[in-house]
C-alpha cells in the first residue's frame, strides 16, 4: 500500500489549495479514504472522510462550508479542495486509509496559511 500527496504549499488568507493523494497497492473503489492534519505541537485530527463510492462524507466543524472531500475511482486518487483558507489551517496534512485492519498514511504535505 502507498499513498502519496501533493499539492501543499503556501498561500495567503482567503486562498485556495487542492490536495491530491495518489493511492496504490490496494483495490482503491473498496475502501473510505480520510484526509488529517497535524498543526505544531497539537495531535492528529481528521479533517474530512470519503466513502468508498464518493457518495458520502464527512467533515470536521472547523472545515465545514470551506472544505471539500472527492474522489476518483478511476484515478486511484483522493481530493481535498481547501477554500477560504485560515491561518489556523497551517499544518501538514495526511492521507490516511483503513485497509484489511490496518491504518496507512502518506508522507504528509505542509500547507501554510500566512500573508
Known amino acids: 500500500v502507498q499513498l502519496v500527496e501533493s499539492g501543499g504549499g503556501l498561500v495567503q488568507p482567503g486562498g485556495s489549495l487542492r490536495l491530491s493523494c495518489a493511492a496504490s497497492?490496494?483495490?482503491?473503489?473498496?475502501?473510505?479514504m480520510s484526509w488529517y492534519r497535524q498543526a505544531p505541537g497539537k495531535g492528529r485530527e481528521l479533517v474530512a472522510r470519503?466513502?468508498?463510492?464518493?457518495?458520502?462524507?464527512n467533515y470536521a466543524d472547523s472545515v465545514k462550508g470551506r472544505f471539500t472531500i472527492a474522489r476518483d475511482n478511476a484515478k486511484n486518487t483522493v481530493y481535498l479542495q481547501m477554500n477560504s483558507l485560515k491561518p489556523e489551517d497551517t499544518a501538514v496534512y495526511y492521507c490516511?486509509?483503513?485497509?484489511?485492519?490496518?491504518?496507512?498514511w502518506g508522507q504528509g504535505t505542509q500547507v501554510t496559511v500566512s500573508s
Open positions: 470519503i466513502n468508498s463510492a464518493g457518495i458520502s462524507t
Open positions: 497497492g490496494f483495490t482503491f473503489s473498496n475502501y473510505a
Open positions: 490516511m486509509g483503513y485497509i484489511s485492519k490496518y491504518d496507512y
